[in-house]
């Protein structure tokens, strides 16, 4: 242990001076801790499952929608492809508003592209749909994500009103 002399002058300007390279150990210091959040901010947003929605977006097209009447037959409503992306047909669903009117198979079935002019529809049939108003709606689901792509209103006397709105992400 050393001891001050009485004799001996204490250069005060030194005792209380830091090293000059304290600056170093802070900045590496504040650079460690932002790295580590970015990462726990990363890592935390995966593991809660945000980062699987990220990607899945709905396709953005525009589709337009009419009720075809075929006469002895049921009717269908036949939906067109009028531009934007392409659209697997698998992941493509018809929706009817009123559980008293039921959809038959689509046309083409499901296997295939629905891409600008195509064409893709459904038959209505049955049981009565002279009764109520009814919207059926083609609808994007490919698991991940669900986008009703257009709606059309069919009324009860036969005639109809189509949304012919782009898609937005839902």
């Not at 504040?30 to 580590?36: E, K, P």
């Not at 559980?99 to 295939?112: D, T």
Request: glycine letters at 10%.
């Amino acid at each position: 242990m050393s001891r001050w002399r009485h004799n001996e002058t204490m250069n005060l300007k030194s005792a209380f001076q830091d090293s000059e390279r304290a600056v170093s150990p802070v900045i590496g210091v504040i650079l460690m801790v932002a790295i580590t959040v970015i990462l726990a901010a990363v890592i935390g947003t995966f593991v809660l499952g945000l980062g699987d929605s990220l990607g899945g977006s709905a396709p953005t097209a525009s589709i337009d929608a009419e009720v075809v009447e075929n006469s002895g037959g049921d009717d269908e409503i036949r939906f067109t492809h009028e531009g934007g992306d392409t659209i697997e047909l698998d992941n493509l669903e018809y929706v009817t508003s009123n559980s008293n009117v039921e959809l038959g198979s689509a046309s083409p079935s499901s296997s295939g592209d629905f891409s600008t002019a195509s064409t893709t529809s459904v038959a209505i049939t049955g049981p009565d749909t002279s009764i109520e108003t009814t919207t059926i709606s083609l609808v994007f689901n490919n698991g991940d994500t669900s986008a009703t792509l257009a709606s059309i209103e069919v009324e009860g006397d036969g005639s109809s009103s189509a949304d012919d709105s782009e898609v937005t992400v839902v």
